[in-house]
């Protein structure tokens, strides 16, 4: 399990997003236990408040379920979840976009797709 950290965020939401992104990638299993706050707070060197801070946003998020007395845990569909959260962010921060300035470009819609078809032939993708 590796973190890495930087100065963009505060450390617990750099923490959430890299534990949410551990769990995306299949690094956590759906319905396995997370490493607890005093592991992590350890291994990492940060507070443990920092830690559970992290976590908890994981739990409001409803990606992660506490357990009383076993600790945190993967919920079922979490993948599933990050999943759907990431399509809509895709689509607010991407294709809406790019929908625009296609429009400010008079690129049409079939113009478009001839440009995202190029993309996929020319080796850009993996798709």
Do not use: C, W
Not at 1 to 10: G, R, V
Not at 15 to 36: K, N, R, T, W
Not at 81 to 92: A, C, D, G, P, T
């Amino acid at each position: 399990m590796q973190f890495n950290f930087d100065e963009s965020s505060p450390l617990y939401q750099q923490l959430a997003d890299q534990l949410e992104e551990m769990i995306f990638s299949g690094g956590f299993d759906e319905g396995s236990q997370v490493p607890s706050t005093t592991q992590l707070s350890q291994q990492l060197h940060i507070n443990p408040a920092t830690v559970l801070k992290g976590m908890n946003i994981l739990v409001d998020k409803d990606l992660l379920e506490k357990r009383r007395g076993l600790g945190m845990f993967v919920k079922k569909g979490a993948q599933k979840k990050i999943m759907e959260q990431r399509k809509e962010s895709f689509y607010n921060d991407y294709v809406k976009s790019l929908l625009i300035e296609a429009d400010k470009l008079g690129i049409t819609k079939q113009h478009l797709l001839d440009l995202i078809e190029r993309g996929e032939n020319d080796g850009s993708i993996n798709g």
